[in-house]
């Protein structure tokens, strides 16, 4: 008998469960809902309840929020039951939405999408990918190669939030 310990069900990389797509009009009401839940129950660590709920209630114009995701290149993740992350993606590549769904935190929905958006950036030309990371995206984006620029503090609803501008060139390897 072998001393390694039995991984066959083990195999598959974590992800495997997931495959992302072009997000359509009629994911909006869906996005719109994992959007609030990824901030009020994944950021609730990280902001104070004013700044969650001021961020969340940026989706509760579904029209609105619509008009924002239709302004970029959006990607959704999903699995069998359903969307489980997004992102989007504008001109000249700036990474300006990433989020997971609670119920699959940490398993790498948002790795797939980062690469995705990676992807779009260096078909639309950009000579480097920047985004304005919150305190809970930004161990990710560190993780990917985006270095720190600078830290910023942003008005939302006469709130203001902490976030951090990073940037990776495309120079580099995606992964
Ligand atoms: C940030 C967010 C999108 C990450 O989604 P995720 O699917 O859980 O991320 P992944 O599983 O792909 O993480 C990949 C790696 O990034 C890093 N990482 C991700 N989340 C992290 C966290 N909360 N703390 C520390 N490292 C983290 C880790 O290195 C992780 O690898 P590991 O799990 O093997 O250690 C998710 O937490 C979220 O939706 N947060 C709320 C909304 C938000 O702040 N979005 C970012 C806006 S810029």
């Known amino acids: ?60 114009d579904e029209d609105a929020f619509a008009a924002a995701l239709n302004a970029g290149w959006v990607r959704v993740a999903v699995d069998d039951v359903g969307i489980v992350g997004f992102a989007q993606i504008n001109m000249p590549g700036h990474i300006a939405m990433l989020y997971t769904a609670p119920r699959v935190a940490r398993r790498g929905v948002a790795t797939l999408l980062l690469d995705d958006m990676l992807v779009l950036g260096e078909a639309m030309g950009a000579t480097k990918i920047t985004v304005d ?31 951090y501008r990073m940037q990776r060139s495309m120079k580099r390897p995606r992964k």
């Open 1 to 60: 008998m072998s001393n390694t310990p039995d991984h066959t069900s083990d195999d598959e990389p974590e992800n495997a469960d997931f495959e992302t797509c072009d997000f359509g009009v009629e994911d909006v009401a869906e996005i719109a809902q994992l959007f609030r839940d990824a901030i009020r129950v994944t950021a609730a660590g990280a902001y104070s309840p004013e700044q969650l709920a001021a961020w969340a209630g940026s989706a509760d």
């Open 133 to 163: 990371a919150s305190i809970v995206g930004r161990p990710l984006f560190a993780h990917f190669g985006f270095v720190e620029e600078c830290e910023e503090l942003v008005e939302r609803h006469g709130i203001s939030f902490k976030r």
